[in-house]
Each structure stands twice: as C-alpha cells, then as structure tokens.
C-alpha cells in the first residue's frame, strides 16, 4: 500500500494518461490493491507471460498504474512499463478501435444499425447475405462462421478483402450468436466507405489524436520497436513477431483490420476507459454522444452489447463487476473492463502468446483477468454494492490446471517378456500339480496299508441268537 501512495503522491502524471491519486482519495483500500501484485505475479511466476501491465482507475483517475515483469523471458530485457510498453492488443481493437468509429458515423447519423450492410458494401451480396444488417454485426450474429483462413489463400491486401465479401454465411441471420473476425472486418471496411478514409487514420483524426493516446496505432514505426512486448516465436510467417500484428488474417490484410491490429500502452487505455466513463468525453473533447455511448454498452443479445461483451462472469471479467459492466478480451493476453456503477475500469495488457512456459497459458490468463477484476472491486470501499470482506483465496493462489501433472502411464510389457512370465506361471501350474498328485499316492497308500492291518486281527465271535423284541404302542406326544 505504501508503495501505491508514494507512487500517486510523487507522480501527478502516468505519462500522457490519467493523473494518479491515492486509493483511498477516490474511496478504495491500498491494502486490497496489494493483491493485485500478488496475482499477476504469480502469473509470471507459473510460465503463463513474461510480463504485464496494469492500470486500475476510478472517479477520474489511476489507483495503480504498474508493470511486472519483462518485455521477454530473456533476463536482460527491458522491464515493463505502464506508460510506455507497447503491445498488440489483439481483439480490443474490436472495441477500442472499429466500434468506436461505427459510434462516430452512428451519431452524425451516416448508417443505419437496422440498415442492411449490401447497401454499403454492395460487393458483400448475394443469396441471405443480402439480409445482414450493421447491428447483427456488432452482435456477431449475422450468421458468418467464426473467421477462415484468409492468410492461406491472399497474396495481398485487396485478396483479402476479396476473400471477405465472397464469404458465405453458416446460419440464416439474426438467428444464432457465433463470435465472428468476419464480422468485425467487414465494419471496418464500411467505416473505410462511409467515411472516405482508411480505417487507421479515421480513427486517429477523431480519436486517439483527440484524446492524446500518442502510442496507440496500427503498424508501429520502427522507431518504437525496442519498446514493442514481442508475440509469437515461431509463426507460419516463419520469423519472430515483435512489432507486426500478431494475427495472421489482419496480417493478411495489410496490418490494418476490423478484428485485430491495433497497439497500445496501458496507459493510453486508461485515457480511453475514462472517457467511456465520461459518457464520450474527456477534457472537454467529445467523441461520441453519451446517449449512443449508452446505446452500444447495454446488452442487445445475450451477453453481447452493440461491439462490446459485458461482464458476465465469464471471460476473465470476475464475479464481482456490477450488472451495466461492460468490456472485451484479446487472443494475446488483454483485457479491459468498465464499470459504469463503480466509475472504475481495469486493464492488463500482457504478450502471453510469446513462448509461454507454463503448459496451458490460456487457462492462466483467464484466472488472472478475472482475479484482476475480482481484487479491484473488492478494493472499493466507499459507494454502491460495497463488497465487505476479500475471498480467502484468489483462483491464482490455487493455480488449477495451470501446469496439470503429465498424466500416469502404465507400461506395457514386451512380447518376450510377457511369454517369460507365461511359460513361469505355466512352470509353476505343472509343479504345484505335481505335488498334488504325489500328496494324493501318498494318502491311497497310507489307507491301503491301514486295511491290511485291519485283516491281520481275530476272526470275529460267533453271532448270538435274534432277541425276539415286542413292540408296544407309544403316546402321541413322543
């Protein structure tokens, strides 16, 4: 806890993100926090990433703002940092990125959510695709299979996109939830039609530039390579990934896609968690309407909003977030959850796709974002829904499933082997039969000798006379 003070009292600025403050000035416990450390941690500690960062915000500004760990596993890494570690972001470019550009064209009422996406993308028809609207999209269920190969079969961008809109779909829409890629990049692609302008410099005209979010882009510049977490070791490209997008099809795509693509610092997230808080806005630039902010984090199917997930207990957001909580996850190890009831968000940032020690990763990262999210809240002590007492223990104490024992095998004997022990048992069969059978001679000629002693003795006494016996009648009762 003191060290979390010392932090915010010394620091009136994580970088370009939120000012620090105390945890207890915005009504939350420092010595809760601490727990957060400790889950992370041993997170690292099980093999499940090298590093990670983490930023914890509420009323405005950061309660801890920390990195863990290594950019890498090599001990001679450079240590994490919240304000200026970069990292591939993964999925969160869904939410951080393309649904905030569709919010954007909502409000200045360019699309239509109920608006068929043919109507914008006229390449995309034919058959029931005609039929898919731009909120069945957001909710992914526009009936799209969950992505394909595009890397495969695309030597460039402009085959990709081709590959996209020559997609069939695997359900009659609106009719069944499948979380589709597909669907995310064909948004990005109407954002790119409708607004006239490739979705990574709309995005950072109206919104990271606005906000300050200075290392939140697509495709990193060279010059901030060293400070970029590295993914993958050994990926199809055939190359270590440190710097490119770590998913093939938005590789395929040019870097740039609706699903994936985008890299950020915690610290950068921080600013735009707090602006969703705001309702669109933060000092005094609005990027979207309070109202559509409303609109697209409330749940439209399901567990689903309009582009983002909520808090469900699932998928790393904990048990403990309140019911208008709102968020998403990222295939490399990211998360960020928002609470409007609480005015809090959490963000962690790691790279557990780079050569994960622990043998499931996947199973850790989960137990992490969720413990994440667990310890903050429990750290809110003043406020709605007040949690009075922490859990015994963290689902990372216990660590279940994270590095399973190799399971028990039973050898088999060989051939040889297995005859050896069958001519022995068989050996030993014909010996204890033998010594039955000896046993057996044994007793005959024991009894045959005792009958020839019998015949040895006096010729019995002559017999006696019959008695004549009279019979008489007895009682019924005997």
Same mark, same amino acid.
Request: no cysteine.
């Given at each position: 806890?003191?060290?979390?003070?010392?932090?915010?009292?010394?620091?009136?600025?994580?970088?370009?993100?939120?000012?620090?403050?105390?945890?207890?000035?915005?009504?939350?416990?420092?010595?809760?926090?601490?727990?957060?450390?400790?889950?992370?941690?041993?997170?690292?500690?099980?093999?499940?990433?090298?590093?990670?960062?983490?930023?914890?915000?509420?009323?405005?500004?950061?309660?801890?703002?920390?990195?863990?760990?290594?950019? /890498?596993?090599?001990?001679?890494?450079?240590?994490?940092?919240?304000?200026?570690?970069?990292?591939?972001?993964?999925?969160?470019?869904?939410?951080?990125?393309?649904?905030?550009?569709?919010?954007?064209?909502?409000?200045?009422?360019?699309?239509?959510?109920?608006?068929?996406?043919? /109507?914008?993308?006229?390449?995309?028809?034919?058959?029931?695709?005609?039929?898919?609207?731009?909120?069945?999209?957001?909710?992914?269920?526009?009936?799209?299979?969950?992505?394909?190969?595009?890397?495969?079969?695309?030597?460039?961008?402009?085959?990709?996109?081709?590959?996209?809109?020559?997609?069939?779909?695997?359900?009659?829409?609106?009719?069944?939830?499948?979380? /589709?890629?597909?669907?995310?990049?064909?948004?990005?692609?109407?954002?790119?039609?409708?607004?006239?302008?490739?979705?990574?410099?709309?995005?950072?005209?109206?919104?990271?530039?606005?906000?300050?979010?200075?290392?939140?882009?697509?495709?990193?510049?060279?010059?901030?390579?060293?400070?970029?977490?590295?993914?993958?070791?050994?990926?199809?490209?055939?190359?270590?990934?440190?710097?490119?997008?770590?998913?093939?099809?938005?590789?395929?795509?040019?870097?740039?896609?609706?699903?994936?693509?985008?890299?950020?610092?915690?610290?950068?997230?921080?600013?735009?968690?707090?602006?969703?808080?705001?309702?669109?806005?933060?000092?005094?630039?609005?990027?979207?309407?309070?109202?559509?902010?409303?609109?697209?984090?409330?749940?439209?199917?399901?567990?689903?909003?309009?582009?983002?997930?909520?808090?469900?207990?699932?998928?790393?957001?904990?048990?403990?977030?309140?019911?208008?909580?709102?968020?998403?996850?990222?295939?490399?190890?990211?998360?960020?959850?928002?609470?409007?009831?609480?005015?809090?968000?959490?963000?962690?940032?790691?790279?557990?796709?780079?050569?994960?020690?622990?043998?499931?990763?996947?199973?850790?990262?989960?137990?992490?974002?969720?413990?994440?999210?667990?310890?903050?809240?429990?750290?809110?002590?003043?406020?709605? /829904?007040?949690?009075?007492?922490?859990?015994?223990?963290?689902?990372?104490?216990?660590?279940?499933?994270?590095?399973?024992?190799?399971?028990?095998?039973?050898?088999?004997?060989?051939?040889?082997?297995?005859?050896?022990?069958?001519?022995?048992?068989?050996?030993?069969?014909?010996?204890?039969?033998?010594?039955?059978?000896?046993?057996?001679?044994?007793?005959?000629?024991?009894?045959?000798?005792?009958?020839?002693?019998?015949?040895?003795?006096?010729?019995?006494?002559?017999?006696?006379?019959?008695?004549?016996?009279?019979?008489?009648?007895?009682?019924?009762?005997?």
């Amino acid at each position: 806890m003191l060290r979390i003070i010392l932090t915010a009292l010394t620091i009136t600025r994580a970088g370009d993100g939120l000012p620090l403050k105390a945890p207890t000035d915005v009504g939350m416990s420092g010595n809760r926090l601490d727990a957060i450390e400790r889950v992370v941690t041993r997170g690292i500690r099980a093999g499940g990433y090298p590093g990670a960062s983490v930023v914890v915000g509420r009323k405005g500004a950061a309660v801890l703002s920390k990195g863990f760990g290594k950019l /890498s596993w090599n001990p001679a890494s450079t240590a994490v940092d919240p304000q200026r570690t970069i990292y591939d972001v993964a999925s969160l470019t869904k939410v951080v990125g393309t649904t905030t550009a569709i919010m954007i064209l909502f409000d200045e009422k360019k699309i239509d959510l109920d608006a068929n996406i043919v /109507s914008y993308l006229p390449t995309f028809g034919g058959g029931s695709r005609d039929q898919v609207t731009i909120r069945q999209l957001l909710t992914h269920t526009s009936g799209l299979p969950a992505g394909r190969d595009i890397w495969r079969i695309a030597r460039n961008p402009l085959e990709a996109r081709a590959a996209i809109f020559a997609t069939g779909l695997d359900n009659r829409p609106g009719t069944r939830y499948v979380y /589709s890629d597909l669907g995310a990049d064909l948004l990005g692609l109407l954002v790119e039609v409708v607004a006239g302008e490739p979705l990574d410099k709309f995005l950072q005209n109206r919104v990271f530039g606005p906000l300050g979010m200075t290392d939140t882009y697509y495709r990193p510049a060279d010059s901030v390579r060293d400070r970029v977490a590295p993914t993958e070791v050994t990926p199809p490209r055939g190359y270590p990934l440190r710097g490119e997008v770590h998913d093939e099809n938005a590789y395929a795509m040019g870097g740039v896609a609706g699903h994936a693509g985008l890299f950020s610092t915690a610290s950068d997230l921080s600013v735009f968690a707090q602006m969703m808080l705001n309702g669109g806005e933060y000092n005094g630039v609005q990027i979207v309407s309070k109202p559509t902010v409303e609109l697209f984090t409330s749940r439209a199917v399901g567990h689903r909003a309009l582009g983002w997930d909520t808090a469900e207990g699932i998928l790393g957001a904990g048990r403990y977030l309140g019911p208008g909580a709102y968020g998403h996850t990222g295939f490399t190890g990211t998360s960020m959850w928002i609470d409007p009831e609480r005015e809090m968000f959490v963000i962690l940032l790691t790279n557990r796709v780079h050569a994960a020690r622990a043998l499931r990763p996947s199973k850790v990262i989960a137990d992490v974002r969720a413990d994440l999210s667990d310890a903050a809240v429990l750290s809110v002590i003043e406020g709605p /829904s007040v949690i009075a007492s922490n859990p015994r223990a963290f689902r990372s104490d216990r660590e279940v499933g994270w590095n399973p024992p190799p399971a028990r095998t039973v050898k088999r004997r060989s051939g040889s082997s297995r005859h050896r022990t069958i001519a022995t048992a068989s050996k030993r069969s014909k010996a204890s039969a033998s010594k039955r059978a000896r046993a057996k001679a044994s007793a005959a000629k024991g009894k045959a000798s005792s009958k020839a002693k019998s015949s040895k003795k006096k010729p019995a006494a002559k017999a006696k006379a019959p008695v004549k016996r009279t019979t008489s009648k007895k009682p019924a009762s005997s």
